[in-house]
């Protein structure tokens, strides 16, 4: 029981870095309609430039606290670069041409940290375990990192539907020649919500660095199930994506944590070893297929612009 | 410019005619390496043809292409190790399996479109790869050895290079005619104007969703037989044939040579491996100029090479 | 009632706050040409969008030649004989003309899961693709790439499209959108000719053709009907008058 507790906990942990990548997703795609998979890129980038500042200053929270500020300038210049001349464009181009780019900073961060990875270990305050429910131990850290992106999500809800910017922002979604006929300098725009998705997706990133290891291809895998959980949460819809980001990340983690176990009562110990495994994979892909057939639009889907 | 052969077509020609060559180059150099880096190049250049044909003239962009390679090796590799070895058995039912999971798949997935459309076959994919990992008895992660190639009685012996070889270019010459046929027939219109204007289409009256989805059964089946051969080719399968990098590669040949033809796939597949034998003897960080180049060519060369040869007729 | 070729009967829908269509109440018989005109914002475009099958209307129901077609799939009503032609130009931008109109053509001509013989060479597609072509007045421009075209060809060619379906019944989303004067002239022509033997509902701002074509004209007005009727009553009605043609020129015969 007290597993199961723990287990829901990392699934609802799970599912805040997933909502984190899948908001700076649809943000991007619903405000300058652009298609981005070299998202996981920075995502990856923002745990390398973590782990290397955290090395050179010895301190985990500096290390976080350059490495955002390092993921957005990275990604304003992404965007100004690589990122403009693909506005405007057929989808499929911008498919194909940030999988170039996803191409190149794989190889880009092969040249700069080598092929091994890196490790970014965690300040000895964050190790211990705090009581959540009477008997229920659960680590500091993991607790921050829902705390932590919680408080992300509601500063982004903030800033898009409270702020003079989130307004244009979403004016920019609407109507872009509008919105710059009223001089808004809609370059200057594009650019800081590139940044913006480009640090939320770094932040997750780094948030995770420390629970497993910081390697190449690490993006790759995360965006997979980020783009599931806006398929289940409904394209272009933030609320979905929250929700949806949580129910992927919990049945993933029950699913690894008990199918294993499950099967083995049925099957023989090493089949249930291998296929456990594989099915709990298969879960989360299981669910998607679902919600493409019963609800193709998605749980939440958004309101039509 | 009034002879009847084009650049392109006599670079066509050309590269066909290369092709065929490669084993008596082989013989007369001694250089046997040749004709394996060759038949890979072959085998490759089929799967990216597939590909090309729900892609470059489907608009169906799959990040999951490779998942066939991988039904078609592991229905082989499988059928192998259970001691069935005979080819006419194990071909046939690869591409069955190839086109029942590319209907199941598809059925699915070409209810989105877009970006969604390309996670999805991605997805899919994935699923799979972690399946056969899963998949002890043959081999799981680390992958299985297949001791005897599919057997066709005396008459084609595979574990012949120079026959093997020839198969996979005879079947490679085979794939670009079917496809070219399918492209410029009723059904091929439907798929590219499907890719054009799918409103439009539904507006005249086509139900535009049952042929994209046999359009998709059909690379599937196509990609499943590259499988086939590759297993073959590396008497080994392994779970990172279906790896979404793979489908990538695939995906950049297809884009290099060229999305708007039949051909242009094959120049990519020739083109990007023999990039990669080259390069890769000078540096192993290559690969960090394929990543913008690949965009440059997005942008500015968007029909890749064979694009660019074809407008070298009116240079 | 009965014979209404198309009946539209108490059509609503809304977007958010916005009513788009509020209770639309209109039957069109078999031969006539309809002409609906209004302001912009007036809901012109969502109503073809619901006769198309691209809207599901949120109540009201939709009959064509006697068939509830509210909820049909937009294939199903082209293969019905209901066509349409798009305001803003939908077309296959990187094929020819002839094949545009040829694709037309071929869905109404029996299956495609045809998967050899080269579509190009079918003399029955590529007849009847030639016709419609000319019918609209394109007849040598059948081998230019679309997107070589001029807006006022576009035009003519939405309508070929149309056409070529062989449909019973025309909606037609402002064929003369962007047209100069001599182009919409002509265009007048080709629908006056078309008029004899097709039914048509024509969504159209310019007056003059509209006057010079419809046999009835419907008034829409932030999505309701103001008025429906005859040109000549319309054009004495005073609340038309105030609420659309007072800004526009008035209209000669």
Not at chain 2, 137 to 165: C, E, H, P, W
Not at chain 3, 28 to 48: F, S
Request: charged share 15%; proline share 3%; glycine share 10%.
């Amino acid at each position: 029981m007290l597993y199961l507790i723990e287990q829901c906990l990392n699934g609802i942990q799970l599912g805040m870095l997933l909502f984190l990548l899948a908001a700076g997703l649809t943000l991007i795609f619903g405000i300058m309609d652009l298609v981005n998979l070299a998202h996981g890129s920075l995502y990856m980038l923002g745990a390398y430039f973590a782990a290397t500042f955290a090395a050179l200053t010895d301190s985990f929270l500096a290390g976080i606290g350059l490495a955002l500020l390092a993921t957005l300038v990275a990604g304003m210049v992404l965007e100004v670069i690589a990122i403009r001349p693909l506005y405007g464009r057929d989808h499929l181009d911008h498919v194909l041409g940030t999988f170039g780019l996803l191409l190149f900073f794989n190889e880009l961060v092969r040249l700069i940290w080598g092929p091994a990875g890196l490790t970014l270990s965690l300040p000895a305050e964050m190790l211990s375990a705090v009581q959540v429910l009477p008997g229920v131990y659960y680590p500091l850290y993991r607790l921050v990192i829902i705390l932590a992106t919680l408080m992300v999500a509601l500063l982004l809800y903030a800033l898009v539907m409270r702020t003079r910017i989130g307004m244009l922002i979403r004016a920019g979604a609407s109507n872009r020649e509008m919105v710059g006929a009223l001089g808004v300098n809609i370059k200057l725009l594009y650019t800081l919500v590139f940044g913006l998705g480009a640090a939320l997706a770094g932040f997750a990133g780094m948030m995770q660095a420390p629970l497993s290891f910081v390697q190449i291809g690490m993006g790759e895998n995360i965006l997979i199930l980020a783009f599931v959980v806006i398929i289940i949460g409904g394209i272009g819809s933030i609320r979905g994506a929250f929700v949806a980001a949580i129910i992927v990340g919990i049945i993933d983690t029950i699913g690894r944590a008990f199918l294993p176990d499950l099967m083995r009562h049925f099957v023989s110990y090493s089949a249930g070893s291998s296929a456990g495994p594989a099915l709990s994979s298969m879960l989360i892909y299981t669910l998607m297929a679902a919600v493409l057939v019963f609800r193709p639009e998605g749980l939440f889907p958004a309101a039509r612009r | 410019m009034s002879g009847r052969l084009s650049p392109r077509n006599a670079f066509v020609a050309g590269v066909i005619a290369i092709l065929a060559l490669v084993p008596v180059y082989a013989e007369v150099t001694g250089n046997t390496f040749m004709v394996s880096l060759f038949t890979r190049i072959v085998i490759l250049a089929i799967a990216a043809v597939s590909l090309n044909l729900i892609m470059g003239f489907g608009g169906m962009v799959s990040f999951g292409h490779a998942v066939y390679l991988g039904i078609g090796g592991y229905a082989v590799g499988i059928l192998a190790k259970e001691g069935v070895n005979s080819g006419l058995l194990q071909w046939p039912l690869a591409v069955v399996v190839s086109a029942l999971f590319a209907l199941t798949v598809g059925a699915l997935s070409l209810r989105t479109r877009g970006v969604y459309f390309i996670m999805i076959t991605l997805a899919f994919a994935q699923m799979v790869y972690y399946v056969a990992i899963g998949l002890d008895r043959y081999g799981g992660d680390d992958g299985m050895t297949i001791y005897k190639r599919s057997q066709f009685g005396a008459a084609i012996d595979l574990s012949n290079k120079t026959v093997f070889y020839y198969v996979c270019l005879a079947l490679l010459l085979a794939t670009i005619y079917l496809v070219w046929r399918l492209v410029h027939s009723r059904f091929g219109m439907v798929i590219q104007g499907a890719r054009s204007n799918e409103r439009r289409m539904r507006a005249i009256g086509f139900p535009t969703y049952r042929y994209k989805l046999l359009c998709f059964v059909f690379a599937g089946m196509l990609c499943g037989l590259a499988g086939v051969l590759l297993a073959n080719h590396t008497d080994f399968i392994s779970p990172a044939l279906m790896h979404w990098t793979r489908s990538g590669d695939l995906i950049v040949m297809a884009v290099l040579g060229g999305m708007g033809t039949v051909f242009g796939p094959v120049i990519g597949a020739v083109a990007l491996l023999v990039l990669e034998e080259t390069l890769s003897g000078i540096t192993e960080y290559w690969q960090i100029i394929l990543g913008p180049l690949f965009l440059l060519v997005v942008l500015f060369a968007r029909g890749g090479i064979d694009g660019l040869l074809a407008g070298m007729r009116h240079g | 009632m009965a014979d209404a070729l198309l009946d539209i009967d108490g059509v609503s829908k809304r977007f958010g706050g916005v009513i788009a269509s509020d209770a639309i109440s209109l039957a069109i018989p078999q031969g006539e040409l309809h002409a609906i005109i209004g302001p912009n914002g007036a809901g012109k475009t969502t109503l073809i969008g619901q006769l198309a099958g691209e809207i599901v209307p949120d109540a009201g129901r939709i009959r064509f030649e006697g068939l509830d077609i509210t909820a049909l799939p937009i294939f199903r009503r082209s293969q019905l004989g209901l066509a349409r032609s798009f305001q803003v130009t939908s077309l296959f931008l990187d094929f020819t003309a002839l094949d545009n109109v040829a694709l037309a053509v071929q869905a109404h001509a029996g299956h495609s899961f045809r998967f050899w013989r080269d579509a190009r060479s079918e003399p029955e597609l590529r007849t009847a693709a030639r016709a419609a072509l000319a019918r609209v007045g394109l007849a040598g421009r059948g081998d230019v790439i679309v997107s070589n075209l001029s807006h006022g060809e576009h035009r003519q060619l939405e309508i070929a499209m149309a056409l070529a379906t062989t449909p019973r019944m025309l909606l037609l989303d402002e064929p003369m959108a962007g047209m100069g004067p001599e182009e919409s002239a002509r265009m007048v022509k080709t629908l006056r000719e078309l008029k004899r033997e097709l039914t048509i509902l024509l969504i159209e701002h310019d007056m003059d053709a509209v006057f010079a074509l419809a046999d009835r004209i419907t008034v829409l007005v932030y999505g309701r009907i103001i008025a429906s009727g005859p040109p000549e009553a319309i054009r004495a009605n005073a609340e038309v008058r105030q609420a659309y043609l007072g800004e526009q020129e008035e209209p000669h015969a």
